[in-house]
């Protein structure tokens, strides 16, 4: 599931009536029709594969980053 809206207080503690109101609106006839639930998902996505492609990039870093880090660092000095 990739949205889900609740009136439970305790799931909504600290939002405003308008923020709940604004999650709402995103399954109106008119932001169905303009593809909001389309593009929202797809910043999710896209996100998600920049979080992995940059843990990636992190964990075992190719050695031209490295290099690269390095002269900016030095460059820097």
Known sequence: ???E???DPK???GMS???I???FARFSRDAMARGV???IG???FTTGKIRKALDKLFIDPPNSLIKLIRSMLDSKR
């Open 1 to 3: 599931m990739l949205f």
């Open 37 to 39: 639930l389309d593009k």
């Open 21 to 23: 109101a604004d999650q």
């Open 42 to 44: 797809e910043q999710v």
């Open 5 to 7: 809206i609740s009136l």
């Open 11 to 13: 799931e909504t503690e």
């Open 17 to 19: 009536t308008r923020q």
